[in-house]
């Protein structure tokens, strides 16, 4: 497949940006991000006047509510991103550590960490992913073509410009934040195919997205993000607790890939829990929140839809909450194991033994023990803006910091030694 041309000249810029800045100094990218915080602040009217663009296209085009939610940005959003910039700024710079070692032979070795290179992102109708995705490239060396979706079309062409400028004015490459026209799918599909130029492809957004570029690239690519999560309230759980955790887990931001799709309740405090959940959930301060269950758990709940084989596999990203009610432990790890995407799982129980099996036996990048899967989060893990949360096994797992976005390199010293 021969590439655009457009893109050809993004991924020769994007080449010569990677060798100037994989030996950038900590200090020369710490005043870009400070720059980047500024000149965001600076003209937070200008980002809004944009965002509003694309919020008035995509609530034409009936985009659904909490996609649309995820798209809005207001001043107190614009502020938050420019703290999550400056947070960046005082996460220890990852490239460069390592570690050395002599063999016998009197060789010294060394394994540093460096950049990945150019990474690739594709993401959906986020553009606060835009900017956190450019300071934990920027931070850890890397250069980013970003493809975002066509919804943020317009707050993504400023905030990339903006963007640019400020890592220019910082004495760097302002082709080290790039942008990938948003308006034709060709563009997507060919980004997910420019080996030579491109080192990994990070795609974020919904399940379709994922399999979409999984299924398509040629590139390397990191999957992250969809999340068919599930929370289990065991026989031995706080019922108070659990009505509060759960509530969280679907209602806080049902559009996002760490909100509770799947709940399983135990047979034995079914009857006690499920409709008081029920309740809550269809009179509680967030809205409705529609439910889809099992045969069982309509004997409890009996105003509740029915849930099909599909709502089991569908990570609805709205609110929408699949319950069921299983006999123990064994049929909730079983339905988990099933359906799982390995992102998010949570028990809540007050049996230490209980949470420990369930530690011990499910298979995800995090799982928790009373508490919201919310909070697979990297700012909430402590690692500063997150550039995704993967789901594989393979290089990194679970929230994506600065680390993640490295990899390494050995350095061999020696004094004529020779095989």
Same mark, same amino acid.
């Given at each position: 497949?021969?590439?655009?041309?457009?893109?050809?000249?993004?991924?020769?810029? +994007?080449?010569?940006?990677?060798? #100037?800045?994989?030996?950038?100094?900590? =200090?020369?990218?710490?005043?870009?991000?400070?720059?980047?915080?500024?000149?965001?602040? *600076?003209?937070?009217?200008?980002?809004?006047?944009?965002?509003?663009?694309?919020?008035?296209?995509?609530?034409?085009?009936?985009?659904?509510?909490?996609?649309?939610?995820?798209?809005?940005?207001?001043?107190?959003?614009?502020?938050?991103?420019?703290?999550?910039?400056?947070?960046?700024?005082?996460?220890? $710079?990852?490239?460069?550590?390592? *570690?050395?070692?002599?063999?016998?032979n009197g060789l010294r070795f060394e394994k540093?960490?460096?950049?990945?290179?150019?990474?690739?992102?594709?993401?959906?109708?986020?553009?606060?992913?835009?900017?956190?995705?450019?300071?934990?490239? #920027?931070?850890?060396?890397?250069?980013?073509?970003l493809r975002g979706g066509s919804e943020a079309? *317009?707050?993504?062409?400023?905030?990339?410009?903006?963007?640019?400028?400020?890592?220019?004015?910082?004495?760097?490459?302002?082709?080290?934040?790039? /942008?990938?026209?948003?308006?034709?799918? +060709?563009?997507?599909?060919?980004?997910?195919?420019?080996?030579?130029?491109? $080192?990994?492809?990070?795609?974020?957004?919904?399940?379709? /997205?994922?399999?979409?570029?999984?299924?398509?690239?040629?590139?390397?690519?990191?999957?992250?993000? +969809?999340?068919?999560?599930?929370?289990?309230?065991?026989?031995?759980?706080?019922?108070?607790?659990?009505?509060?955790?759960?509530?969280?887990?679907?209602?806080?931001?049902?559009?996002?890939?760490?909100? /509770?799709?799947?709940?399983?309740?135990?047979?034995?405090?079914?009857?006690?829990?499920?409709?008081? /959940?029920?309740?809550?959930?269809?009179?509680?301060?967030?809205?409705?929140?529609?439910?889809?269950?099992c045969a069982k758990t309509l004997t409890y709940?009996?105003?509740?839809?029915?849930?099909? =084989? *599909?709502?089991?596999?569908?990570?609805?990203?709205?609110?929408?909450?699949?319950?069921?009610?299983?006999?123990?432990?064994?049929?909730?790890?079983?339905?988990?194991?099933?359906?799982?995407?390995?992102?998010?799982?949570?028990?809540?129980?007050?049996?230490?033994?209980?949470?420990?099996?369930?530690?011990?036996?499910?298979?995800?990048?995090?799982?928790?023990?009373?508490?919201?899967?919310?909070?697979?989060?990297?700012?909430?893990?402590?690692?500063?803006? =997150?550039?995704?949360?993967?789901?594989?096994?393979?290089?990194?797992?679970?929230?994506?910091?600065?680390?993640? #976005?490295?990899?390494?390199?050995?350095?061999?010293?020696?004094?004529?030694?020779?095989?």
């Amino acid at each position: 497949m021969e590439l655009r041309p457009e893109l050809v000249t993004l991924g020769k810029q +994007a080449k010569q940006a990677s060798r #100037l800045l994989m030996s950038a100094g900590t =200090e020369a990218k710490n005043a870009a991000l400070q720059n980047i915080a500024d000149i965001l602040k *600076e003209h937070a009217q200008e980002i809004l006047a944009a965002n509003a663009v694309d919020v008035a296209r995509a609530e034409e085009k009936g985009l659904r509510k909490s996609l649309l939610t995820r798209l809005i940005l207001t001043p107190k959003q614009i502020d938050d991103i420019c703290d999550s910039v400056r947070d960046v700024i005082q996460l220890p $710079d990852p490239v460069g550590r390592g *570690e050395m070692w002599t063999r016998p032979n009197g060789l010294r070795f060394e394994k540093i960490s460096v950049p990945l290179g150019v990474i690739g992102i594709i993401y959906e109708a986020r553009p606060n992913v835009t900017v956190d995705a450019a300071a934990l490239c #920027l931070k850890s060396g890397n250069v980013c073509l970003l493809r975002g979706g066509s919804e943020a079309a *317009e707050s993504n062409v400023v905030l990339v410009r903006l963007l640019a400028e400020a890592i220019a004015a910082a004495g760097l490459p302002a082709a080290a934040v790039q /942008l990938v026209p948003a308006g034709d799918r +060709a563009y997507a599909e060919q980004l997910m195919r420019m080996n030579g130029y491109v $080192d990994v492809i990070i795609p974020r957004g919904g399940a379709g /997205l994922i399999q979409s570029v999984v299924a398509n690239a040629t590139v390397p690519v990191i999957e992250t993000g +969809a999340g068919i999560c599930h929370t289990y309230v065991h026989s031995e759980a706080d019922l108070d607790k659990a009505l509060a955790v759960v509530y969280n887990a679907k209602t806080d931001k049902p559009g996002v890939c760490n909100a /509770l799709e799947t709940l399983l309740v135990d047979e034995a405090v079914a009857a006690d829990y499920l409709p008081r /959940l029920a309740d809550l959930l269809t009179h509680g301060p967030k809205g409705p929140v529609e439910m889809r269950a099992c045969a069982k758990t309509l004997t409890y709940i009996p105003g509740a839809r029915p849930a099909t =084989e *599909e709502d089991w596999r569908t990570e609805h990203n709205d609110m929408i909450l699949n319950m069921k009610t299983v006999a123990d432990m064994d049929e909730a790890l079983d339905h988990i194991y099933q359906y799982s995407t390995k992102h998010s799982e949570a028990i809540l129980t007050e049996s230490y033994p209980a949470s420990q099996r369930f530690l011990r036996d499910v298979d995800a990048a995090a799982v928790y023990v009373n508490t919201s899967i919310r909070f697979s989060d990297g700012n909430r893990f402590g690692f500063g803006a =997150e550039i995704g949360i993967s789901t594989q096994k393979l290089h990194a797992r679970g929230p994506m910091g600065l680390p993640e #976005l490295t990899t390494c390199k050995y350095m061999v010293y020696g004094e004529g030694q020779i095989v």
